[in-house]
């Protein structure tokens, strides 16, 4: 580039201080890696923010999903798995003890299942007033004040044949 220039001014009849030019062309060269390096950086900091808001944004619609599954909000399944996190309970196992209930509920619903009998034996109600299956998380909520009566060993019992983790137990 710095020949270019030279080349340029050389043509124009112009005297080249060469201690100058090489200063000139030094800066701009400097100035141009660095800002090179500073739109790598830009373009890696976007691409960092796109990639956890694609995960937040999947974390929700999933967390959307289930909490439809389980005829419950976001923000009760939030909830819910923010307190066995704290307990140190995995998401996966949370997952699956809240699936599994959700199941257990709907068999009892139909009539079916041993957990139709678990659920009889507490005096849980698998359907509300008018027929229609209630949500999990309102079955958790009588679950919870039946296990509270209950001694340890018999709520784990209880809880591992509808379906919830054992080690959820402190939970409730």
């Known amino acids: 580039m710095g020949d270019?220039?030279?080349?340029?001014?050389?043509?124009?009849?112009?005297?080249?201080?060469?201690?100058?030019?090489?200063?000139?062309?030094d800066g701009i060269t400097n100035a141009s890696m660095r800002a090179a390096v500073f739109g790598a950086a830009v373009t890696a900091a976007a691409g960092a923010a796109v990639a956890g808001i694609y995960s937040v944004a999947k974390e929700t619609e999933q967390l959307d999903l289930l909490a439809q599954r389980l005829g419950s909000t976001a923000a009760e399944v939030d909830e819910f798995s923010d307190v066995a996190e704290l307990m140190g309970i995995g998401s996966e196992k949370t997952t699956e003890s809240l699936k599994a209930l959700n199941k257990t509920v709907n068999e009892a619903a139909l009539g079916v299942g041993r957990g139709k009998v678990i659920l009889e034996k507490l005096g849980i109600a698998a359907k509300d007033s008018s027929g229609k299956v209630r949500s999990t998380t309102e079955v958790m909520a009588d679950l919870q004040a039946k296990l509270a009566t209950m001694?340890?060993?018999?709520?784990?019992?209880?809880?591992?044949?509808?379906?919830?983790?054992?080690?959820?137990?402190?939970m409730f």
């Open 151 to 170: 001694d340890r060993g018999q709520a784990m019992t209880v809880m591992e044949k509808l379906g919830l983790d054992p080690e959820m137990v402190r």
């Open 4 to 25: 270019v220039i030279k080349e340029f001014l050389v043509g124009l009849g112009f005297q080249i201080d060469e201690a100058g030019l090489k200063n000139f062309t």
